[in-house]
């Protein structure tokens, strides 16, 4: 193992911020073979505050020296005006994968077994549902999550269609297509799943002409952002039974407040932002923490970077 040093032969020195910040962290930190500093002495900065993009501002305003920084989400979305080309700047990219491609499974195969319905039901009721084994599947985005969920639904023979920004084969998928033909991924499928970066272009990604062009028997599963959802416009094809159903484990407004129709939408099913509860997670992100430390001391390429011009 190459030890975390410098190009100065010094063990690299990394602040936690901000204060408060999981004491699992520093601990990553030192498994990664460096040095916990304040921020004054630091090169490096593993910021563990998931929201506070105004204090982690005001951290680098006061530290042009930080060179590095390591944000503890997948999503930036929040941090990405701070996003620039004179620091690196990494991110949980592809740490949660397998645990929010292991919900999205689970919630297409309730929502296409008519699990939701049945677990409303009050009394004994006919049979439902769809097969997963050799239905279409199509997937927005083309990152750590659709990479895992791919091979999950491999055993299930299912034709999946991948729509991302570069288009590239991918092991086990039968088509991808570009960004800009998402609309022609969407007749057809009998699941969609979306698993993407929010970004300005995505944004409402799905409306209310997406949601014509599906199938009247479809499910739409949501394990990435609720902003990629124009939620009036889902609620209204639900309520018209134009939608087999959608299983959304985000929702714009987050949370869900209790009065909204979604929640009295027999349609619907939705999870409160589990893709990766707390417990899932921070084995995860320690492992990636220490790894990028390591990679940082060595001087070696770090995982999960962010591109500040694609915005994840």
Not at 64 to 91: K, M, N, S, Y
Not at 236 to 250: I, K, N, T, Y
Request: proline share 7%; glycine share 12%; aromatic share 6%.
């Amino acid at each position: 193992m190459v030890s975390p040093a410098s190009a100065h032969g010094q063990v690299a020195r990394v602040a936690v911020g901000p204060s408060g910040s999981p004491p699992w962290m520093v601990d990553a930190v030192h498994a990664g073979g460096a040095q916990v500093v304040d921020v004054a002495h630091a090169t490096g900065l593993v910021w563990g505050h998931p929201h506070d993009a105004d204090g982690l501002a005001a951290v680098l305003d006061g530290a042009p020296h930080i060179d590095w920084v390591q944000l503890p989400f997948a999503g930036v979305e929040r941090f990405i005006h701070l996003v620039d080309h004179d620091r690196r700047w990494t991110c949980g990219k592809g740490v949660y994968a397998e645990p929010v491609a292991e919900l999205a499974l689970a919630l297409g195969m309730a929502g296409l077994r008519g699990v939701g319905h049945y677990a409303r039901a009050a009394s004994w009721s006919g049979p439902r549902g769809r097969n997963l084994h050799g239905a279409r599947v199509t997937i927005a985005g083309g990152g750590g999550i659709t990479a895992s969920l791919v091979r999950m639904l491999a055993p299930f023979g299912s034709h999946v269609t991948v729509v991302r920004n570069r288009v590239q084969a991918m092991d086990g998928v039968d088509d991808v297509l570009a960004a800009d033909r998402f609309a022609d991924a969407l007749p057809g499928a009998d699941l969609v799943v979306l698993a993407l970066a929010l970004t300005p272009e995505t944004v409402g990604l799905v409306g209310a002409e997406e949601l014509a062009m599906m199938e009247p028997h479809a499910w739409l599963v949501n394990v990435a952002r609720g902003r990629h959802v124009v939620t009036d416009d889902l609620v209204e094809a639900l309520a018209q039974e134009r939608l087999g159903g959608a299983a959304l484990d985000v929702t714009d407004p987050e949370p869900l407040p209790p009065d909204h129709p979604l929640w009295r939408e027999p349609r619907c099913i939705i999870t409160p932002h589990v893709g990766n509860t707390p417990e899932m997670a921070q084995p995860l992100l320690y492992e990636r923490i220490a790894a990028n430390v390591r990679r940082y001391g060595a001087g070696e390429l770090l995982i999960g970077g962010i591109d500040p011009d694609a915005g994840y």
